[in-house]
């Protein structure tokens, strides 16, 4: 019981960094963008949820090609990542209005962690955190982003179907032949886990994919646009953590687990709750 509740304890201090992210580039973004809509019409919806998916897929097939080599699967996910922490710098240089000089010497100090998290065999917590500070930014940031890109039923929607993909994914996709490919499950230690650690954070005991902080950040964005209140956004990100707890405890049995499926229900049912709730609490006490 005392071993579960440190494990628990540990996955929740260490997502206090990434929400600590996501509180700060959201409240820059409340102040420059405006709140996107609710929703568009059936048609833009099904054409955004197209491309959302053929991106998903076009990604997948690049990941399923470059199983068949290892150094093909590093190649793949560095260059993934350099993308997104490139773009990732670039957009929170334009957010805070950073100079060029401040805003390459960051870049350099993020790239340059990125290139350590390949060479560095240290596999300690402290090293874990700081191999993991691209992808908190990355995942972060593009998550905020894409909530204030769409309309609000347009992402909810995307992310419900990712999450089922994810499970698919996971059990029998392209991310279970990753998975066996690699000859460790990911919440253990070993050397899959050094092929995967620059594109995944370490929780305290579970690694989280980048894929699965965008979707914890736009729903904690989504959240705040809904009810602009940042303590119904911090139960949103209390369901997230929960979620990922039930997640760990699945992994532990299964070997390992889809990040998704659990923290974005959990997200869900406490924001349906929320709005439906909120406003018989108003009229209530009004």
């Known amino acids: 019981m005392l071993t579960r509740l440190r494990s628990y304890l540990l996955i929740t201090g260490s997502m206090i960094p ?18 996107p809509p609710m929703t568009t019409t059936p048609t833009d919806m099904m054409i955004d949820l197209l491309i959302f998916m053929m991106i998903v897929g076009a990604a997948s097939i690049m990941l399923l090609v470059s199983l068949r080599r290892r150094y093909a ?43 350590l998290s390949i060479i560095v065999k240290k596999d300690d917590l402290i090293a874990r955190f700081i191999l993991g500070i691209p992808v908190l930014l990355s995942g972060a940031y593009a998550g905020v982003i894409l909530a204030y890109s769409m309309p609000i039923m347009t992402l ?36 899959g886990i050094n092929v ?40 949103v990100a209390l ?17 390992y687990a889809p990040g998704l499926i659990v923290p974005v229900l959990f997200s869900l049912l406490v924001m349906g709750v ?13």
């Open 18 to 35: 990434f929400f600590t992210i996501v509180y700060l580039l959201l409240l820059r973004v409340e102040a420059i963008f405006e709140a």
């Open 73 to 115: 699967l590093v190649v793949f996910l560095y260059s993934l990542m350099m993308m997104l922490t490139l773009t990732t710098i670039s957009g929170i240089a334009q957010l805070y209005d950073l100079d060029r000089v401040s805003a390459m010497i960051i870049g350099c100090l993020v790239v340059g962690i990125l290139i």
């Open 156 to 191: 909810m929607a995307f992310i419900i179907v990712i999450s089922l993909y994810d499970v698919f994914s996971v059990y029998k996709g392209v991310l279970n032949r990753m998975l066996k490919f690699i000859g460790r499950p990911v919440h253990r230690e070993g050397q």
């Open 196 to 235: 995967l650690r620059v594109a995944m954070y370490y929780a305290g005991v579970v690694y989280v994919g980048i894929g699965d902080l965008i979707v914890y950040s736009s729903l904690l964005a989504i959240s705040q646009i809904l009810f602009r209140n940042w303590i119904l956004t911090m139960l």
């Open 239 to 255: 369901a997230e953590i929960m979620g990922m707890c039930t997640t760990y405890e699945i992994a532990l049995r299964k070997g």
């Open 274 to 286: 929320i709005y439906f709730i909120a406003p018989l609490l108003g009229t209530l006490f009004s």
